[in-house]
């Protein structure tokens, strides 16, 4: 619902930006998704991974409620998918992933999806595509605080509190979450004769998050920023259906970290980031006395610089990135390292309505020299005022080896070539009326070199390169907005068609070839209903995923489903600086039984209530 004007619930003060992260990041041939803050909004009480379950393209693999819950944008694998946080790559350098469950939406004022080839301008490893999180300074005189509870079936709970500070100068904010959830919702137990319905067990969430952000306009020219998040989380791991609860358990603190310097002037700016993670991660299985530590240190360094050619529309641009990971952990003989770096380079011009772009980004592993990885692509717009724009992308992308594919005992592997493959994909956006617009996307890739843990003659698991994988798709999007005096109604609907096979292999007996990755869905869909009058918001969101494959050989599959949710919001006016905000979801509206991982079930009907309260002055 791109172009709709509706009541938003999020603290998003007016934007004084001098810099556009949005532009310089991106290259406009390629299709950026914008997650607005009305869709931000409807997802108050829930995480991001809720959200971006119900992206166009994109996949969420839940392990339950509360558990881990990894990201793959059209068929890739999850370490193949990056996150950034305000520039900078957060998965982790251990197995490559970001655990969703882990980043809260409710600090994030920016949220960009990049398939393919787009994720090249923000980082190296998105073979799939990347997920950008930012949260942008704002510089206007003012105070602003809010104070948000959110209470729900099965024990949820989330207290959010926000404090934002600015003048023409000065920008500070501070926010703090606390989440916690028992999760002790029934499910169908189908490993039992008579399939009873149980309890879920071991499966408490509690997690304080806090935010601290400063921003200075040092002129009209340079900006500083310091940003810091902490996380502090512990959740229990519920067993499989069928099997003994053994009380797992992990324990999760993370420190982000980020100083950034801009500097613009007429035709030339300059955008540095120096930034700081930490990762301590502690799992405890204490029935089978298994305890697994890992901490890891990760130092960032950015610098992006992009120079405007005015005269003939055109823009150059270079950005350097070198990351160096530091790991410890029980299962590496020493503490191990790696250094990943990569340059980009881009040219942009605009000829008439003409767009295309040249690009380049060079891998480099510990200072040597990797693949490089080409992009490009061209834009279009036809008929007055642009109301159809075509988009043809094509671009190689890689992903480096994970500290754990290289370095694991036993099994590590550290003569791993990187995975290496290519995109290409054709995007169309038509403005069939002032009100109904129509896009689409359809792409073909290859991915060689995939790595695969393999059991080896030993009896022990190593990771391989051992597959090629061919995905190709269609991705389409309906959108319709009407605006009759004081209603606003809206409707979004999303199918995408995803093949993504194993087309050769080295292991002779690979059952997988010629058949769907296991846990890709070949169809997806999703309905969106909103409604506005006043001061009121209805919305019913409706998905559908197919059926997916939990076996190479695509003999065993877990059936399709469909949850729906449906939600009503309602803001006040300001009032003498004050507003009220109070809302109402029901998750899971028709009570379905379904699982997204096999054997571990998700919750049946639940609520969520919101109230919150802001105050400006």
């Known amino acids: 619902m791109a172009f709709r004007n509706v009541i938003s619930q999020s603290d998003t003060l007016t934007e004084h930006i001098v810099f556009d992260s949005k532009l310089e990041e991106g290259v406009s041939t390629f299709s950026v998704i ?96 990347a997920v950008c999180l930012n949260s942008n300074s704002f510089f206007q005189k003012g105070i602003a605080l809010s104070a948000q509870q959110v209470l729900g079936s099965f024990g949820i709970k989330r207290t959010i509190l926000k404090m934002n500070y600015s003048t023409d100068k000065i920008y500070f904010s501070t926010g703090y979450l606390h989440r916690f959830a028992f999760n002790n919702f029934s499910y169908k137990d189908v490993s039992s004769p008579n399939e009873q319905y149980l309890i879920r067990e071991n499966a408490s969430l509690n997690q304080h998050f806090f935010m601290q952000e400063i921003g200075w306009l040092i002129n009209k020219k340079s900006q500083l920023d310091f940003k810091l998040n902490y996380l502090n989380s512990w959740r229990q791991i519920a067993s499989i259906i ?51 530590n890992f901490n890891i240190n990760s130092l960032h360094a950015n610098y992006r610089v992009t120079r405007d050619l005015k005269p003939i529309n055109g823009k150059i641009q270079a950005f350097i990135i070198i990351r160096e990971d530091i790991a410890e952990s029980d299962y590496y003989e020493e503490v191990s390292s790696q250094n990943t770096s990569s340059l980009f380079v881009k040219w942009e011009q605009k000829i008439n309505k003409i767009d295309y772009h040249l690009a380049v980004r060079q891998e480099l592993l510990d200072f040597n020299f990797l693949y490089s990885n080409p992009s490009i692509g061209v834009k279009k717009s036809f008929f007055k005022n642009g109301k159809w724009n075509t988009q043809f992308n094509a671009s190689k992308t890689s992903r480096i080896p994970t500290l754990n594919d290289r370095f694991w005992v036993p099994g590590g592997n550290p003569d791993l070539l990187p995975e290496n493959g290519f995109e290409i994909e054709n995007n169309n956006r038509i403005y069939i009326s002032e009100n109904l617009m129509f896009s689409s996307s359809i792409f073909f890739g290859r991915t060689s070199n995939w790595i695969i843990w393999y059991p080896m003659n030993n009896g ?27 209603v606003n109604f809206g409707l979004d609907i999303q199918y995408n068609y995803l093949n993504a096979t194993t087309i050769h292999s080295f292991n002779i007996n690979d059952a997988s070839i010629n058949k769907q990755l296991i846990y890709v869905p070949a169809h997806q869909a999703q ?25 190479s050989d695509n003999n065993s599959f877990l ?54 309260k802001k105050l400006k002055k």
């Open 34 to 129: 914008d997650v607005d803050s009305s869709a931000l909004a409807k997802y108050f009480g829930q995480t991001t991974e809720e959200l971006l379950g119900k992206s166009n393209g994109l996949f969420v693999k839940q392990y339950g409620a509360g558990n881990l819950a990894t990201l793959s944008i059209r068929g890739s694998s999850a370490n193949q998918t990056q996150v950034f946080w305000n520039g900078i790559p957060v998965n982790t350098a251990s197995i490559g992933v970001t655990d969703l469950t882990l980043l809260p939406i409710d600090f994030y004022n920016s949220l960009l999806i990049k398939k393919g080839g787009a994720s090249l301008s923000s980082g190296t490893g998105g073979i799939g595509g």
């Open 242 to 292: 069928g099997a003994v609860n053994n009380g797992e358990f992990q324990n999760d603190e993370q420190i982000k970290t980020l100083i950034g310097f801009k500097n613009k002037s007429k035709n030339l700016r300059h955008d540095l980031k120096v930034g700081f993670v930490n990762e301590l991660m502690n799992y405890n299985d204490t029935a089978l006395g298994i305890f697994s």
């Open 460 to 486: 022990l698991w190593s990771p391989e390169n051992v597959k090629e994988v061919q995905r190709y798709g269609l991705e389409s999007k309906l959108e319709f907005d009407v605006s009759l005096k004081d």
């Open 527 to 551: 309905l969106d209903v909103e409604l506005v009058y006043k001061k009121f918001r209805v919305f019913y969101s409706q998905s559908l995923v197919g059926s997916v494959y939990i076996d």
């Open 559 to 612: 059936p399709h489903y469909f949850p729906a949710d449906i939600g009503i919001d309602w803001s006040s006016n300001f009032i003498t600086g004050k507003q009220l905000v109070a809302g109402l979801k029901i998750i899971n509206l028709f009570n379905e039984d379904y699982h997204i991982v096999a054997n571990r079930p998700m919750p049946e009907t639940h609520f969520l209530l919101n109230l919150k």
